[in-house]
Nanobody, 124 residues
Framework: QVQLVESGGGLVQAGGSLRLSCAAS????????MGWFRQAPGKEREFVAG????????YYADSVKGRFTISRDNAKNTVYLQMNSLKPEDTAVYYC?????????????????WGQGTQVTVSS
């Protein structure tokens, strides 16, 4: 059974940093893409960043480019999202997702597995 477990969320002041982790288990993810998505109250879930497990290629939403970095640790089957220069508008529940796709996409419908989410709150 595939499990994605996020951790690392919390409350931080604007300008601060957080690192989210997503521990993946239950199958081999070498041919998968991993994504981070977020959903703010009253808004649709949106793509934040993604990484190809096989070659490490990355893709970011324009709103987080230059501030967020996605990475992976193959040995630990874990994907990270380093978030710097956080803004109040980054406040949301952040979800980790896995999809059996070669190329990272922002289309959330292409991701089969989802974690439960972790809350990130940025105060002004």
């Amino acid at each position: 059974q595939v499990q994605l477990v996020e951790s690392g969320g919390g409350l931080v002041q604007a300008g601060g940093s957080l690192r989210l982790s997503c521990a993946a288990s239950g199958r081999t993810f070498s041919s998968y893409a991993m994504g981070w998505f977020r959903q703010a109250p009253g808004k649709e879930r949106e793509f934040v960043a993604g990484i190809s497990w096989s070659d490490g290629s990355t893709y970011y939403a324009d709103s987080v480019k230059g501030r967020f970095t996605i990475s992976r640790d193959n040995a630990k089957n874990t994907v990270y999202l380093q978030m710097n220069s956080l803004k109040p508008e980054d406040t949301a529940v952040y979800y980790c997702a896995a999809g059996s796709i070669v190329v990272v996409t922002s289309d959330l419908g292409m991701y089969e597995y989802w974690g439960q989410g972790t809350q990130v709150t940025v105060s002004s």
